[in-house]
């Protein structure tokens, strides 16, 4: 998960995957690029929740619907219970710039991340 706010804060990580059904286009596509080590969920929504409460409120703008579904599901820490956030907003966007043109590093969620906001 890549994120990038508007003053140039960002937060990257990558959730374990090896013991997941992959689908195809990602395992070609967006394993290899990863570039950083995954680290255990519990450590994912840690610092995600630090980065977050950075905020007083947060518009999280996706170009793809999953991106939003993804989001949302990390935020989620057992039956009933989800990681404290801000208020937030979310946009899907579909006419953002194709980010597979205009990132550093295609299909590199911080990359593509950096790109939507205009970084590249």
């Known amino acids: 998960m890549g994120l990038v706010a508007e003053n140039g804060l960002e ?9 997941m059904k992959i689908d195809p286009w990602v395992e070609q596509h967006v394993i290899p690029i990863l570039n ?3 680290v255990h969920k519990h ?8 980065y977050l ?3 007083s409120k947060i518009v999280i703008v996706a ?8 989001f949302c599901a990390v935020l989620i820490t057992g039956p009933g219970m989800r990681i404290p956030t801000p208020k937030m907003t979310f946009v899907m966007d579909p006419n953002l710039p194709d980010t597979s043109r205009y990132s550093k590093i295609p299909h590199n969620a911080l990359e593509d991340a950096r790109a939507l906001l205009g970084k590249v």
């Open 63 to 70: 170009d793809w619907p999953e991106d939003i579904q993804h």
């Open 11 to 19: 937060f990257y990580e990558v959730l374990p995957y090896q013991h």
């Open 36 to 38: 950083k080590e995954p």
């Open 53 to 55: 409460l950075q905020f």
């Open 43 to 50: 450590l994912f929504q840690e610092k995600l929740k630090d």
